[in-house]
């Protein structure tokens, strides 16, 4: 495997260092101590520390902004509208959708897989007919169809993922082609374990050519790849806001607008509706349809500001080739470390972004997170959500350590260093 050498990968990394300090600035949990330490975060891919633009709006519309939206006529409302909106058009920019009809807002990417469950196997699937799952996905990409696929009759099919955790084109080719009827296809982007970028836009060209629909689960693709869903050409994409600087309970679904119109709505309450009458009811259009009751107006304005900085640190050409920086060192370091394995090392490094999945021979992942913690430094074990992905590497769970823009070459030195140390003291 092949290397960038070190001493040129710290270089690249200080280089870089003044821009990260100034991220760092942006995000006031990062300025703490935990068990008398100084706080190392390195569980970016559970949930991601809010930007400070974020806390401010947060505490501002609550203080000031707080009236229900597009229900009433006065100007609390008519403002906290406004912003829910200014929400959903940076939702719209970010994933580069056609209109914000197509932008629906959820409670996080599980309530949005969930609705996309729920109504498309209703709408689109007969008894008989199939969903493909990738092997890779969190359960929250799992369970829902489980769930749909047994109240309809239809069934589940599973895409395996070679030994490197990557999805072979190949396979599901083939698989496509041997069973016609499958309907959907489902597929992260980017895994929460593995840290491997799926090739999307292929995996939708040869479903597309099947008549199979595509969804696709963002909430790490969003934080490490570009996204544009005109260019990926997918049916559906959904992501949460708090895997990308904004706060919990609020997510994002994209999904193509005449597919959309053609499901059924998944929740009925106020404001998804046009009429009401115990005779009949019909509904709001989009993206209301799909909007019941009184939303996280709150969350959904705060994915401005995150989602802004998103943007610039995504475009940023210095902040990428520090998160490859990081990358490259974390991977010579970890190789380095007897006993212990990489899960999810894809052919091509450039597919790997900073999440790394690891198990150590005789030693169980949460006796090293729970020292690690007492050292002030926050990591990820056991299961991640997605167990059948876990169990092909580790029968016990796996540690997770993931980065962020604003995590410094320094911490990441720090938690190899600690992790040695730790490693000993369990051996």
Not at 147 to 172: D, F, H, M, Q, Y
Not at 360 to 365: A, L, V, Y
Request: aromatic share 6%.
């Amino acid at each position: 495997m092949l290397f960038r050498s070190k001493t040129k990968v710290c270089l690249v990394l200080l280089q870089v260092m003044d821009i990260i300090n100034q991220i760092r600035e942006q995000f006031p949990a990062l300025h703490q101590q935990v068990w008398g330490k100084p706080l190392i975060y390195l569980d970016n891919a559970a949930t991601a520390q809010k930007h400070r633009k974020v806390l401010e709006l947060q505490q501002r519309m609550s203080s000031y902004t707080n009236a229900n939206i597009h229900r009433a006529l006065h100007k609390l409302s008519a403002d906290a509208t406004e912003l829910y909106e200014e929400g959903r058009e940076a939702a719209r920019s970010f994933l580069g959708a056609e209109s914000r009809e197509e932008i629906i807002f959820t409670s996080g990417a599980t309530a949005a897989l969930n609705l996309i469950a729920s109504s498309l196997v209703r709408s689109h699937l007969n008894p008989g007919d199939k969903v493909l799952i990738c092997e890779a996905e969190h359960h929250s990409n799992i369970v829902p169809w489980q769930l749909a696929c047994e109240a309809s009759g239809t069934s589940i099919e599973v895409l395996p993922v070679e030994e490197s955790g990557e999805i072979s084109l190949k396979r599901l080719k083939a698989l496509l082609e041997a069973d016609d009827r499958i309907r959907i296809l489902t597929v992260n982007h980017i895994s929460n374990v593995l840290g491997i970028i799926n090739p999307v836009a292929e995996i939708v060209r040869i479903a597309h050519s099947k008549g199979v629909l595509v969804v696709i689960d963002g909430a790490q693709g969003v934080v490490h790849d570009r996204v544009s869903v005109r260019e990926l050409d997918c049916d559906f994409y959904v992501f949460s806001g708090h895997k990308i600087y904004a706060p919990t309970g609020i997510g994002v679904l994209y999904g193509r607008r005449s597919i959309l119109e053609s499901m059924p709505p998944y929740m009925g309450g106020g404001d998804m509706v046009d009429r009401v009458s115990f005779s009949r009811t019909t509904y709001a259009p989009l993206p209301l349809k799909f909007e019941a009751g009184t939303p996280n107006f709150v969350a959904a304005a705060s994915l401005k500001p995150a989602l802004e900085f998103a943007a610039s640190v995504r475009d940023d050409v210095r902040v990428q080739e520090y998160e490859k920086g990081i990358v490259t060192n974390m991977l010579q370091e970890l190789q380095q470390i007897e006993g212990l394995k990489i899960c999810g090392l894809p052919k091509d490094l450039s597919l790997k972004v900073p999440i790394f999945s690891i198990d150590i021979e005789g030693i169980h992942p949460s006796d090293v997170a729970q020292m690690l913690d007492k050292m002030g430094i926050a990591v990820r074990s056991g299961l991640m959500c997605a167990e059948p992905l876990v169990n092909l590497y580790s029968d016990r769970g796996l540690l997770r350590v993931s980065f962020a823009p604003y995590n410094t070459l320094a911490e990441a030195e720090t938690f190899i260093s600690k992790l040695k140390l730790v490693i000993n003291m369990l051996k």
